[in-house]
T-cell receptor
Framework: ETGVTQSPTHLIKTRGQQVTLRCSSQ?????VSWYQQALGQGPQFIFQ???????GRGNFPPRFSGLQFPNYSSELNVNALELDDSALYLC????????????????FGAGSRLTVL | AQSVAQPEDQVNVAEGNPLTVKCTYS??????LFWYVQYPNRGLQFLLK??????LVKGSYGFEAEFNKSQTSFHLKKPSALVSDSALYFC?????????????FGSGTQLTVLP
């Protein structure tokens, strides 16, 4: 089975620009979530998508938005980039099922490293 | 709000010695607890989880963790460390129910196993 793949792996943007990051979920997984990992810190939950709708969001402003497609792949969009948006962006997918099953074990991609100058 | 504390930024241990990476949590309700490991230029890899049941949880690569409700801790342990265990370890918590997949991570502990 393929894992979670993310693209691009690295990118550099300037302040005020917009960026789109892409994620293909692991085969059989229908829930996708995005995390931001700043240098030297743990990942922070941005939002989660299930059935093509956002169904959970962390403490991030509206300029962070996302999409999930019928094949369960996902995009993260960030508008009006700020210097503090520089981070590793991690996508994670999880399978269907109740929380007491294996469904809450996240499979992470290798991430997209964004640098904002 | 839920939170996780990993009080040690760095843990050094000699190969063959037991290792412990500490984690405490704060949550309103029944926690789901996780340990993930991150190698350089890689995503996070799942090690083990506590949902309910036995307080001692066994996971991948010989790691185990003990859930202690009274101390709100979930320390990661391994009886005999390997050099290949050197990596960045994250403890995470979520709540049961609809937000079970929304993890709150600690700041991470860099484990170095010395040969």
């Amino acid at each position: 089975e393929t894992g979670v793949t993310q693209s691009p792996t690295h990118l550099i943007k300037t302040r005020g620009q917009q960026v789109t990051l892409r994620c293909s979920s692991q085969s059989g997984h229908n829930t996708v979530s995005w995390y931001q990992q700043a240098l030297g810190q743990g990942p922070q939950f941005i939002f989660q998508y299930y059935r093509e709708e956002e169904n959970g969001r962390g403490n991030f402003p509206p300029r962070f938005s996302g999409l999930q497609f019928p094949n369960y792949s996902s995009e993260l969009n960030v508008n009006a980039l700020e210097l503090d948006d520089s981070a590793l962006y991690l996508c994670a997918s999880s399978p269907p099922g109740g929380a007491d099953s294996g469904a809450n074990v996240l499979t992470f991609g290798a991430g997209s490293r964004l640098t904002v100058l | 709000a839920q939170s996780v504390a990993q009080p040690e930024d760095q843990v050094n241990v000699a190969e063959g010695n037991p290792l412990t990476v500490k984690c405490t949590y704060s949550v309103s309700g029944n926690p789901y607890l996780f340990w993930y490991v991150q190698y350089p230029n890689r995503g996070l890899q799942f090690l083990l989880k506590y949902i309910t049941g036995d307080n001692l949880v066994k996971g991948s690569y010989g790691f185990e963790a003990e859930f202690n409700k009274s101390q709100t801790s979930f320390h990661l342990k391994k009886p005999s460390a390997l050099v290949s265990d050197s990596a960045l370890y994250f403890c995470a918590v979520s709540l049961s129910g609809g937000s079970a997949r929304q993890l709150t991570f600690g700041s991470g502990t860099q484990l170095t196993v010395l040969p």
